[in-house]
């Protein structure tokens, strides 16, 4: 195939008159004009004042939108807002219910409290010796599982929540939880302790402490911080058995770590009032006399004079 001088000397001199940097177009569009020619003009016209025109039929149409749309805000949100009969009527009363509950249950705690003292009152008068040194014993029982008020020296460990940073709040680590008052009193009833109270509320051999969210419950009962736990007991031998237990560096982690607040004080006289235990049935198989603890083999006298002793 011969070539064709005309198309190649056209092709050259095509060549010749094209731009030396043609391959370069769209980078040199981008650096002269970098905004698309509609935003150019739009912005033009914010410049020199001009606003695009528009029709009357646009305004009124989205005059009618915007009223639309506001009136479905307002409607949606005075539904929202609007008491709604039923919530009302039962969270009112699930509140009488909590408050005639409380009541009831203040008003049977102080009927159970007039009596144990009326029961003591007359136990006192009437127990002859023999019944004396049952009383007496049950007393010291009463004490070990906190159904007898006790008083005398003691110690307080008082705990409070870790005070929040400006514009934070407090999360469940920075609060004094149930373990923690749990780790205290089994640390003062190891280091000695003859009674322990916590914000009051005696603890017994039945007692509970545990936790319902961020609240703090003792014996279902809950508690606001700070958390005093009143120990009775030898003040010198209940600071250093805390000191050298567990318990003693559970606070110590509890300051340090999580900025909780510790404080502790010797005193010479706590009194810790008795708790409340459910009541429950109990038979007794062994009778008095045959408990030589309590009575003593060698007292004939004792013996005689309780049911079923020998003369």
Same mark, same amino acid.
């Given at each position: 195939?011969?070539?064709?001088?005309?198309? +190649?000397?056209?092709?050259?001199?095509?060549?010749?008159?094209?731009?030396?940097? =043609?391959?370069?177009?769209?980078?040199? #569009?981008?650096?002269?004009?970098?905004?698309?020619?509609?935003?150019?003009? @739009?912005?033009?016209?914010?410049?020199?004042?001009?606003?695009?025109?528009?029709?009357? &039929?646009?305004?009124?149409?989205?005059?009618?939108? %915007?009223?639309?749309?506001? @009136?479905?805000?307002?409607?949606?949100?005075?539904?929202?807002?609007?008491?709604?009969?039923?919530?009302?009527?039962?969270?009112?009363?699930?509140?009488?219910?909590? $408050?005639?509950?409380?009541?009831?249950?203040?008003?049977?705690?102080?009927?159970?409290?007039?009596?144990?003292?009326?029961?003591?009152?007359?136990?006192?008068?009437? %127990?002859?010796?023999?019944?004396?040194?049952?009383?007496?014993?049950?007393?010291?029982?009463?004490?070990?599982?906190?159904?007898? @008020?006790?008083?005398?020296?003691?110690?307080?460990?008082?705990?409070?929540?870790?005070?929040?940073?400006?514009?934070?709040?407090?999360?469940? #680590?920075?609060?004094?939880?149930?373990?923690? %008052?749990?780790?205290?009193?089994?640390? !003062?009833?190891?280091?000695?302790?003859?009674?322990?109270?916590?914000?009051? $509320?005696?603890? /017994?051999?039945?007692?509970?402490?545990?936790?319902?969210?961020?609240?703090?419950?003792?014996?279902? #009962?809950? %508690?606001? #911080?700070?958390?005093?736990?009143?120990?009775?007991?030898?003040?010198?031998? !209940?600071?250093?058995?805390? =000191?050298?237990?567990?318990?003693?560096?559970?606070?110590?982690?509890?300051?340090?770590?999580?900025?909780?607040?510790?404080?502790?004080?010797?005193?010479? $006289?706590?009194?810790?009032?008795?708790?409340?235990?459910?009541?429950?049935?109990?038979?007794?198989? /062994?009778? &008095?006399?045959?408990?030589?603890?309590?009575?003593?083999?060698? +007292?004939?006298?004792?013996?005689?004079?309780?049911?079923?002793?020998?003369?």
């Amino acid at each position: 195939m011969t070539p064709q001088p005309g198309r +190649d000397q056209d092709r050259a001199a095509t060549q010749r008159r094209r731009p030396v940097d =043609a391959s370069m177009t769209l980078l040199k #569009e981008i650096m002269e004009r970098p905004l698309d020619p509609g935003y150019a003009e @739009a912005t033009s016209r914010s410049v020199s004042g001009e606003r695009p025109s528009q029709s009357t &039929p646009s305004k009124i149409l989205t005059i009618i939108v %915007l009223m639309a749309l506001t @009136a479905l805000v307002t409607v949606a949100v005075i539904t929202l807002r609007a008491p709604q009969d039923d919530v009302d009527e039962a969270r009112t009363l699930l509140e009488n219910n909590i $408050h005639d509950r409380s009541d009831e249950y203040t008003t049977r705690k102080q009927t159970v409290d007039n009596l144990e003292g009326e029961i003591r009152q007359l136990q006192n008068e009437n %127990l002859s010796l023999p019944g004396q040194r049952l009383l007496e014993a049950a007393q010291q029982m009463g004490i070990s599982t906190g159904a007898t @008020a006790v008083e005398g020296p003691g110690l307080t460990i008082e705990l409070r929540d870790a005070t929040p940073s400006d514009g934070e709040g407090l999360t469940s #680590e920075d609060r004094v939880q149930d373990f923690d %008052l749990q780790v205290v009193v089994n640390g !003062l009833w190891a280091a000695g302790a003859e009674a322990i109270a916590i914000n009051g $509320h005696r603890i /017994t051999a039945m007692s509970a402490i545990r936790s319902a969210g961020d609240a703090v419950l003792v014996d279902f #009962e809950p %508690l606001q #911080e700070p958390y005093e736990v009143e120990a009775i007991g030898e003040p010198n031998r !209940l600071e250093t058995g805390m =000191a050298a237990n567990q318990a003693g560096q559970h606070l110590q982690m509890l300051t340090s770590a999580y900025n909780i607040g510790v404080s502790t004080k010797t005193s010479d $006289h706590l009194e810790l009032s008795s708790g409340s235990d459910t009541v429950r049935d109990a038979d007794i198989e /062994t009778r &008095p006399e045959d408990i030589p603890a309590l009575l003593g083999d060698d +007292d004939d006298s004792t013996k005689s004079s309780l049911p079923g002793g020998e003369s």
